[in-house]
């Protein structure tokens, strides 16, 4: 038997709040303080919203904005944010004009990125971050390519093209011990670029990770990124135990029940949605504050086991949240679908409505 009321748009949504988001990067400022937060917004800041977290986030303590892409960078000028915007990752057709033009900061990992660059320099000079790899091999100038990028960006600045702002790195975080050796690749590179004439204003190398756990890795600014939507960076440790609160829930309301030998309730959400279809028979949504085993995930809803107490259709259903009403936290989920709970955030569809609280 099936028993479905129509209830009025049976809609997930991610509740996103922006206390908590306040609250962590209050938090994670005043940890790594003098060092300033750089907080990192890519990925539509990482499925929580680019606009309203980028506003949170400069209410309580972050002192400029990491947009991956130069779209995004635009996007934040267009809406009145004025703070220092760094954008790094660049295809070959990159606005660069229009990033220089909008006082985007740029980093550059290859001479062609320079050359475009100073060539897309028109009345003033592009403020760029020069990127080196430590051993992560995902885009930075390799240690045979430095010396070479330096050398054209201190002419182009002496050409008044460009001005040198940074030297900077990203780590791997997945040891204390390669991202201590990572740290002494990234300062033998800052003294090789000295040697060659280059002045720094600024030097910066962690994220969330080593921002938290290496204080010699901080330099002038940490890129934060995870920690501050309240989730850990660690595998042996929670968000709770750094003092963060998560910063999104996700839910969505029971539409049907299906009483039978085993009750079950349908939710949505599905896939198409965001939620994995992967490790299922461990993972479980909360109802009531309840835990209900997760039997089966559609495109647009799920099936979970009811159990013996009662479950109305238009009852809400959360994956997970702050894991204080009986649901897991995102990086449980993540562990049941073998995933990191960056891509939990990051992967709820866009048509699941965000709703801000605080
Ligand atoms: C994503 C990113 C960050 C933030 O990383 P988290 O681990 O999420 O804190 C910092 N720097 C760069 C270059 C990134 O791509």
């Given amino acids: 038997m099936t028993i479905t009321d129509a209830i009025a748009e049976p809609l997930p949504r991610a509740v996103i709040d922006l ?3 306040r609250h962590n990067v209050s938090h994670l400022a005043a940890l790594i303080a003098p060092s300033e937060v750089m907080l990192a917004v ?19 303590g972050a002192t400029s904005l990491a947009v991956l892409e130069i779209p995004a ?8 944010i004025t703070v220092p915007l760094l954008a790094w990752l660049h295809g070959p057709d990159a606005d660069f004009r229009a990033a220089i033009e909008a006082d985007i900061e740029l980093g550059v990992s290859a001479r062609w990125q320079l050359d475009a660059i100073a060539a897309a320099a028109a009345d003033r000079p592009a403020v760029i971050h020069l990127k080196v790899d430590t051993g992560l091999s995902r885009n930075g100038a390799t240690i045979e390519e430095w010396p070479g990028l330096i050398d ?10 460009v001005r ?16 201590e050796k990572a740290l002494g690749e990234f300062r033998a590179a800052v003294a090789i670029a000295e040697e060659r004439g280059a002045r720094f204003e600024i030097l910066h190398l962690a994220a969330s990770s080593a921002g938290i756990r290496m204080p010699e890795a901080r330099f002038d600014l940490v890129r934060l990124g995870i920690a501050a939507y309240g989730i850990s960076p660690f595998d042996d440790s929670t968000g709770a135990d750094l003092g963060l609160v998560p910063v999104m829930r996700l839910e969505a309301p029971v539409t049907e029940i299906h009483v039978g030998g085993t009750s079950h309730a349908r939710i949505a959400i599905g896939y198409g949605d965001g939620v994995p279809t992967l490790g299922i028979a461990k993972a479980h949504v909360a109802i009531g504050g ?13 099936l979970v086991e009811m159990g013996s107490d009662r479950v109305r259709v238009g009852d809400t259903a959360t994956l997970f949240g702050p894991g204080v009403n009986g649901e897991v936290i995102a990086e449980k989920w993540a562990d049941w679908a073998e995933t990191i709970a960056d891509e939990m955030v990051t992967g709820v569809a866009q048509r699941v409505p965000r709703v801000y609280l605080g």
């Fill in 42 to 60: 890519k990925a539509d800041a990482y499925g929580h919203g680019l606009l309203p977290i980028a506003r949170a986030g400069l209410e309580s």
């Fill in 164 to 179: 040198i702002r940074a030297a900077w790195s990203h780590l791997a975080d997945a040891s204390i011990d390669d991202d």
């Fill in 290 to 302: 309840i835990p209900r085993q997760v039997v089966a995930v559609e495109v647009d809803s799920m």
């Fill in 19 to 21: 206390a908590a988001l």
């Fill in 73 to 80: 960078g635009l996007v934040l000028r267009g809406a009145g």
């Fill in 152 to 161: 054209a960006a201190v002419a182009l600045q002496e050409q008044g093209v």
